[in-house]
Each structure stands twice: as C-alpha cells, then as structure tokens.
T-cell receptor, first 114, second 114 residues
C-alpha cells in the first residue's frame, strides 16, 4: 500500500537561513510526487511536482525539491527562508500502480522567525 | 485564487441531519476530488470524479455520497451527521484524471456538527 511520511510535525528556522522539510514515501510502482502549501484559513496551493527526469525540481516561490529514488525521499528545500513562508506543508504521492488515489502526508508546520 | 469555488463557506448543523456541499471546478478541469481535513485525521482523500464518472474512492463513509453533474460541478452529500464529521471539506480539481496533473484546491467548507 502506498504511504507518505513527514517525520517532523514542526520545523523552525531563522529568516535568511536555508530550510528543509522532509518527506519519504512508499509505493508499489513509480511515484508521482507533489508538494502543497496551506496558509491559515485557505485551501492547499500547489508548489511543485516530480513526474520524471531531473531529480531536482524547481517550483513556486523559490522552493525546490530533490527526488531520491534509493532513499525514497522527496525533501522540500529553499536556500533562504522568509517569514512569509511560515505555513503548513504537505507532501503527496500518486502511485501509478495504485489506482488514482492521492495520498497526503500529515503535514509539517514551518515557522520562520525574523 | 485557485479558480475552484465551494459553497457554503461555513455550515453549522445538528447531529442526524443531512447537508450538501457544492463545488465548481476551474474552467476546463474535468476531474474533481473531495477531501476531509480534521485535526486528528489530517487530510483524507474521499472520492474522485472524472467527467461525470467515479474514478477513485478513498476513505469515504457509506453515509457520504457524491456526484459530478454534466456541467462538471460536484456535490458532496453527508447524511446522518455525527459530531466526528465536523471538519474542513475541500474540493480540488485537475485538468484531467491523469496522475501527472496537480490539483487546485478550493477554499473549503467548514462543517460544524453540534
């Protein structure tokens, strides 16, 4: 069965420092991987996705993510954090061998301190 | 603004009642997804429709049902409501039902069952 794990409930980082939000996955086939962000009282917004090709994927607002097949990870990164990046981040996976379901991680709350 | 609209924004009702949540996808999107977000369960996939047909089913209770109409809007019906059904319900849409496409989320309907 497919699953997604976000091992950290919360990540704290100072403004200007690099940030990493971790995600690992388990699927039976090849994964499609996504990152979404949720600001307070809003729906989720798409940030970036990995389908195939280059393992480093660039997305919105300066975020990027690295697909690592051997470690089954898809960590979200940003070189320099902004206070406005503070939000809830969700990793999601669609398993090509698992039907059309999208499975979301539990979410990681990012706090960026000025 | 994602282009996905959901009504109503808030809904307060009593246990045992039935409610209908409505979603209009982005213009041109054929696929609609429903999700439930609660503090203890995280973001749970309920069901997906593609061009009027059910495509995938997640953790949707038998008391819940959904449909997608010819104009592509969708409704989620929740009946015999229980206190535990209190949650944020999100609708999302994507261009097709294919796995590679990201989803665009509406602002959500906050359901409170008293």
């Amino acid at each position: 069965a497919q699953s997604v794990a976000q091992p950290e409930d919360q990540v704290n980082v100072a403004e200007g420092n690099p940030l990493t939000v971790k995600c690992t996955y388990s699927v039976s086939g090849n994964p499609y991987l996504f990152w979404y962000v949720q600001y307070p009282n809003r729906g989720l917004q798409f940030l970036l996705k990995y389908i195939t090709g280059d393992n480093l994927v660039k997305g919105s607002y300066g975020f990027e993510a690295e697909f690592n097949k051997s470690q089954t990870s898809f960590h979200l990164k940003k070189p320099s954090a902004l206070v406005s990046d503070s939000a809830l981040y969700f990793c999601a996976v669609r398993d090509l061998g698992g039907g059309f379901k999208t499975i979301f991680g539990a979410g990681t709350r990012l706090f960026v301190k000025a | 603004d994602s282009g996905v609209t959901q009504t109503p924004k808030h809904l307060i009702t009593a246990t045992g009642q039935r409610v209908t949540l409505r979603c209009s996808p982005r213009s041109g999107d054929l696929s609609v997804y429903w999700y439930q977000q609660s503090l203890d369960q995280g973001l749970q996939f309920l069901i997906q429709y593609y061009n009027g047909e059910e495509r995938a089913k997640g953790n949707i209770l038998e008391r819940f049902s959904a449909q997608q109409f010819p104009d592509l809007h969708s409704e989620l019906n929740l009946s015999s409501l229980e206190l535990g059904d209190s949650a944020l319900y999100f609708c999302a849409s994507s261009r097709t039902g294919l796995d590679a496409y990201e989803q665009y989320f509406g602002p959500g309907t906050r359901l409170t069952v008293t």
